[in-house]
């Protein structure tokens, strides 16, 4: 029996679920796909011509950096502790309003600097709900998996702190979850930020989904341009503009780093909790960086607590990229290497949390309660 990737098995499902259509739905489903894409295909020609007058624009206003890595300053980011840290989550259960949180939380730490052999330590845990409404069960689990990684940086710091300047990748926001602004949460995050930035530890926050249009809003601010009407948000404007501008430049490339509040709405969910995690001190700013012509682009974050002159955080940025890019980005890739580490350690698969919520029913069962573990194998 031939062995099939996690990709090939999705192709066979797409096929199949298409040829089960009926084939009057499909014919005019293609047929609309048809006039449909004619008219997208205009439609990314003329934001395709905008990006290249946009790309020129930011390059003319010193909006783009590259990242050529000096020498002396990346062998010295070689020999900088690094650590890194990321979470994840399923939930499975719901039978007589009990869920289970699944959870795994990585650590990579690399004490003595860049090697390809981190050391890595995994933690996971279950934990029990009660509701019997669903929609509010993926936020507590959220909660519950960020309090693990508080809990992990913590330990990072205990390993880290009090040697030479040290760098945390987190895998995500430094806010995080982005609009979640529970005050004794809140608190809890911040006084682990605080210990790390106490103790000479950049802790650096590696975003892999852009959403909004933040950096859109600041850019229509700042230059005088109809350009940007033509964009939805940021990553639509970035896509194009930043390919542009790697391939012009034949380095990878970030944008200015601003401050995370900078072209927020006021009133929006997002800008409410920075306002929060503000009001304790804590200042947050990000650049968006794309390290190959063919890659992704990222959001990377830094958290500090005092304000930082524009100079200062441009050096602080420029330290970062060449830690991210020219230390711990190997050829090919476009992540670094502990993040990549971190994710792939703490992944808790859909299939294994199923598994394991089965084993949780199997030891529970009894003849009085049968109809609820019929009933748990139909979710």
Partial sequence: MPTFSIEELKRIIRKMEFNKTEPELLTELVYKAMKAGEGEKERLRSINKK?????????????????????????????????????????????????F???????????????LQPTVIVEGGIERLDSVDESGINRLAEIIMMLGEIKALRRITDKLGG???SYVLIDGPIIDPPVYCNDEYVEERVNALRLCYERNINVVGFVKRIMGRNFLNYLSKKVESEDFINFTN???????AMFNAVKSEGYPIYTHPIDYEEGCKAGDGVTLTYNTYK???????????????????????????????????????????????CVWTLPGMDE??????????????????????????AKALSEGNIHLWLESLSF
């Fill in 163 to 165: 040697k030479n300047e």
């Fill in 51 to 99: 990006s290249y007058e946009l790309f020129k624009v930011l390059k003319d206003r010193s909006i783009l950096h590259c990242i050529k890595g000096d020498e002396k300053e990346v062998e010295k980011l070689k020999k900088s502790s690094v650590g890194a840290i990321d979470g994840s989550f399923q939930v499975v259960g719901g039978v007589g309003g009990r869920w």
């Fill in 336 to 361: 670094p290497l502990p993040i990549m580490i971190a994710h792939n350690k703490c992944n808790v698969r859909r299939g294994a949390a199923e598994t394991i919520y089965y084993e949780i029913m």
């Fill in 234 to 240: 940021d990553l639509d404007l970035l896509s194009s």
């Fill in 279 to 325: 009001d304790k001190g804590l200042n947050v700013y990000y650049s968006y960086y794309k390290p190959l012509l063919r890659g992704r682009i990222f959001r990377v974050e830094y958290a500090s607590f005092k304000p930082l002159e524009d100079q200062e955080l441009l050096e602080k940025f420029s330290k970062i990229m060449s830690l991210i890019n």
């Fill in 101 to 115: 949180v699944l959870f795994g939380v990585a650590q990579v730490i690399a004490e003595k600097g860049f090697t």
